[in-house]
C-alpha cells in the first residue's frame, strides 16, 4: 500500500495521474469515472534488500530486459500479504523511494525453488541470464532476506514467480545508467 506518510507521497501520487492515464488504466473515466482501478493509488515496493540492487533491476525493467521477479512464499506469509494476482497493479520505486515505474502482473504461479526453469530466470534479465546464475543468486539473496525473519532457504522451498510488463516508465528513464547518475 502506499503510505500517504511516505517522503515522496506527493510525487507518488502525482505519478499514478499521470501514469494511470498514459498507461490506458482508465479509458472510460471521461463517460463513468475511473473506477477503483483507476483510482486507488496501487502498492509501492522496491526491488531486492539493498539500494544497489533495487536500482540496478529497476534499471532493467526501464530497459525492457527484467520482466519477472520471484519472491519466497514465506516472505508474503509472514507479512500477512495476499499473493501477487494476474492484472496487479503496482508502482515500482528507485532506491530513494520516489516513483519510475508502473507495471501490470501478466501471470503468477507458485513452484519450488529448484523447478524453477530457464525462461523465468531469462526473463528476470540479471546476471548472464542462465538458471545456473539465477539459482547462485537467489540462493545467496534468500539466505540474507529469510534469516532475519525466523526462516530459512531451502532448495525445495516454494517461490512466487510473477511475470509483468511495463505500463509507464518515469519521463527520462530508460535504463540502468539514468539510475546510477541519479543516485
Do not use: N
Not at 492515464?21 to 486507488?40: D, F, N
Not at 540496478?56 to 509472514?78: H, I, M, Q
Not at 507479512?79 to 501490470?104: F, H, K, T, W, Y
Request: net charge negative; hydrophobic share 45%.
Amino acid at each position: 500500500m502506499t503510505d500517504t506518510d511516505a517522503p515522496h507521497a506527493d510525487e507518488i501520487l502525482a505519478f499514478w495521474e499521470v501514469a494511470r492515464v498514459r498507461a490506458g488504466v482508465v479509458r472510460v473515466a471521461a463517460v463513468a469515472g475511473p473506477g477503483v482501478s483507476g483510482s486507488m493509488v496501487p502498492p509501492t515496493w522496491t526491488f531486492g534488500d539493498d539500494p544497489e540492487l533495487a536500482d540496478r533491476l529497476l534499471g532493467l525493467v526501464l530497459a525492457g530486459e527484467k520482466t519477472a521477479t520471484s519472491s519466497a512464499l514465506v516472505e508474503y506469509e509472514l507479512a500477512g500479504e495476499a499473493l501477487p494476482r494476474r492484472g496487479d497493479l503496482a508502482i515500482v520505486l528507485d532506491s530513494a523511494g520516489r516513483p519510475a515505474a508502473l507495471v501490470r502482473t501478466t501471470a503468477v504461479e507458485t513452484v519450488p525453488f529448484d523447478q524453477v526453469d530457464e525462461d523465468l530466470a531469462a526473463a528476470e534479465g540479471e546476471g548472464d541470464r542462465t538458471l545456473a546464475s539465477w539459482r547462485t543468486e537467489h540462493e545467496a539473496y534468500w539466505h540474507r532476506a529469510l534469516e532475519p525473519l525466523g526462516a530459512a532457504f531451502a532448495p525445495g522451498m516454494p517461490v512466487v514467480t510473477e511475470r509483468f510488463e511495463l505500463l509507464y516508465p518515469r519521463p527520462g528513464d530508460r535504463g540502468p545508467s539514468e539510475l546510477v547518475s541519479e543516485a
